[in-house]
């Protein structure tokens, strides 16, 4: 089992940069991959990004490609999103997540532990 920790979030005009961090717990953190996700009001829970166990693969939601860059440290158990250009229908809750394999996955079932959630909210 992992625990994982959100922080980095808040609010930012249009055109603006975040950079979201996930501080993990747990002995699996560095053998399984991880995601982003995110939820805005009304919608469902949707893929924005993941990274394999060792970092070197990536995957990105269409809707994110070329503005946000996911990232991770094993060796202080951390898991980063660097949003960049944000626009407004990137407001949402952001959750991180573990998934259950070593290599990145939009499946939002194969992830088994999930962080609290970080508000991120972006005006026009």
């Known amino acids: 089992q992992v625990q994982l920790v959100e922080s980095g979030g808040g609010s930012v005009q249009a055109g603006g940069s975040l950079r979201l961090s996930c501080a993990a717990s747990g002995r699996t953190f560095t053998s399984s991959a991880m995601g982003w996700f995110r939820q805005a009001p009304g919608k469902e829970r949707e893929f924005v990004a993941a990274?394999?166990?060792?970092?070197?693969?990536?995957s990105y939601a269409d809707s994110v490609k070329g503005r946000i860059t996911i990232s991770r440290d094993n060796a202080k158990n951390t898991v980063y999103l660097q949003m960049k250009n944000l626009k407004p229908e990137d407001t949402a809750v952001y959750y991180c997540?573990?998934?259950?394999?070593?290599?990145?996955?939009?499946?939002?079932?194969?992830?088994?532990?999930w962080g609290q959630g970080t508000q991120v909210t972006v005006s026009s």
């Open positions: 997540a573990a998934a259950s394999g070593r290599y990145p996955t939009p499946a939002v079932g194969m992830y088994h532990d």
């Open positions: 990274i394999s166990w060792s970092g070197y693969s990536t």
